[in-house]
């Protein structure tokens, strides 16, 4: 059964994130919050907790479109291949914020994620993912945790959350109620960007 863990966002408690951070080195499953909706997500150097997730989500790893949630800008290089100024300038302007990047990937990536031409990159503007992915030292995968009420789509209460998931994951982390609105994804892999879903992120800066 999973710990349901209250950390604040303001000021998120260092042995909070590291107790948090010992599940995911671990292989555990944990829900976090982000600056959108509530994510799904497990240390990406972690092959079982991959699979894991992929079970959870009905899908093939090797077929998952995932993001990965880094701390800031300066991880970029190790799974992003060498970007250009332009888009390097779209990035700094945008993150933290609401946004997935889609950028092509590099020989770094996991093998899990080695057919992939591209990733999803996300620097949310919450401090609490920001310090796990910090802490943990490498990225997260994340997945959003769709609702199956269709009317609902994403549920934003940490405890009605913890109910649904407590025997699917190890941690739920109730950093207050998210939001119902997933982030803006844009791909930057190609010459222009192209915006693939609106979502929370205006697009009136691309």
């Known amino acids: 059964m999973a710990e349901l863990i209250k950390i ?17 080195k671990k292989g555990g499953l944990v829900i976090y919050p982000t600056d959108t909706i509530y994510g799904l997500g497990c240390d990406i150097t972690n092959a079982r907790a991959l699979e894991k997730i992929a079970r959870i989500k009905g899908v093939k790893l090797a077929k998952a479109n995932w ?59 919450n401090s609490i993912a920001r310090a796990l992915v910090a802490e943990l030292g490498n990225p997260i995968v994340s997945t959003s945790i769709k609702d199956e009420d269709e009317l609902l789509e994403y549920t934003t209460d940490p405890e009605l959350i913890y109910e649904k998931w407590e025997n699917l994951v190890d941690v739920v982390i109730d950093g207050g109620y998210g939001d119902n609105t997933a982030s803006t994804v844009v791909d930057l892999s190609g010459d222009e960007p192209l915006i693939l879903r609106e979502g929370k992120g205006s697009t009136d800066i691309f």
């Open 67 to 125: 993001s990965f949630i880094c701390a800031d800008l300066s991880n970029l290089s190790d799974y992003v291949r060498q970007i250009d100024t332009a888009t390097f300038k779209i990035l700094k302007r945008a993150l933290p914020g609401p946004y997935t990047f889609v950028l092509p990937g590099n020989n770094n990536l996991p093998k899990d994620f080695k057919r992939k031409k591209t990733v999803g990159i996300r620097v949310p503007d």
């Open 8 to 24: 604040y966002e303001e000021n998120p408690r260092p042995e909070a994130i590291k107790q948090v951070v010992e599940v995911l």
